[in-house]
């Protein structure tokens, strides 16, 4: 079957390291693959986008990988900081025939100060 | 400012009702979306608009409608055949839909629907 897995279980780390979360997806082969925040109650902002040629995509202190041997795309905040806390969900097109975004079920990021 | 606005932000519903949520945008984009989602879940597609008067379903349509009558408008109904209806409803707008997923989506802040 298709699905996309993140970790369900929270994230926490101290404030400075680096946090990396991972997005895997099983019987896609999606061109792009999205990233987003979501804080508690309100709804999901968009982060970064990669295309299924590119092995690395960089956005201030984040940073995005996208293995499409491995279907693994792993999602980086560098120096985190206590306002990183978030869930971070990622998200697919999961076939060309539906025009829109398949959502993980996201992982819960928690830096501690 | 631009952006898309979801009304109200919490509602209460009987059961047996029909209950209406309000989504609107003022991006000028041609496609819209609305997902749900439960506690610790990830967002579920119910519907979602390409261009005006146009709509498909997604996985799980049964015991909702939508109407696309205006660009900047998608309402969404919940139906009393919508078994568990409690949870948060998020809609969303992107520039066109697209088939490659390379579009970013702007949500709204959600309405979370109740059941009493």
């Known amino acids: 079957s298709q699905k996309i897995e993140q970790n369900s279980e929270a994230l926490n780390i101290q404030e400075g390291k680096t946090a990396t979360l991972t997005c895997n997806y099983t019987n896609y082969s999606p061109a792009y693959l999205q990233w987003y925040r979501q804080d508690p109650g309100r709804g999901p902002v968009f982060l970064l986008l990669i295309r299924e040629n590119e092995k690395e995509k960089r956005k201030e202190r984040l940073k995005v990988t996208f293995d499409t041997t491995l279907k693994q795309s792993l999602f980086h905040i560098t120096a985190s900081q206590p306002a990183d806390s978030a869930t971070y969900l990622c998200?697919?097109?999961?076939?060309?025939?539906?025009?829109?975004?398949?959502f993980g079920s996201g992982t819960r990021l928690q830096v501690q100060p | 400012d631009g952006g898309i606005t979801q009304s109200p932000k919490y509602l209460f519903r009987k059961e047996g009702q029909n209950v209406t949520l309000s989504c609107e945008q003022n991006l000028n984009h041609d496609a819209m979306y609305w997902y749900r989602q439960d506690p610790g879940q990830g967002l579920r597609l119910i519907y979602y608009s390409q261009i005006v008067n146009d709509f498909q379903k997604g996985d799980i349509a049964e015991g909702y409608s939508v109407s696309r009558e205006k660009k900047e408008s998608f309402p969404l109904t919940v139906t009393s055949a919508q078994k568990n209806p409690t949870a948060f409803y998020l809609c969303a707008s992107s520039i066109v839909a697209s088939s490659q997923g390379n579009t970013e989506a702007f949500f709204g802040q959600g309405t979370r629907l109740t059941v009493v």
């Open positions: 998200a697919l097109n999961r076939d060309t025939g539906r025009r829109a975004l398949t």
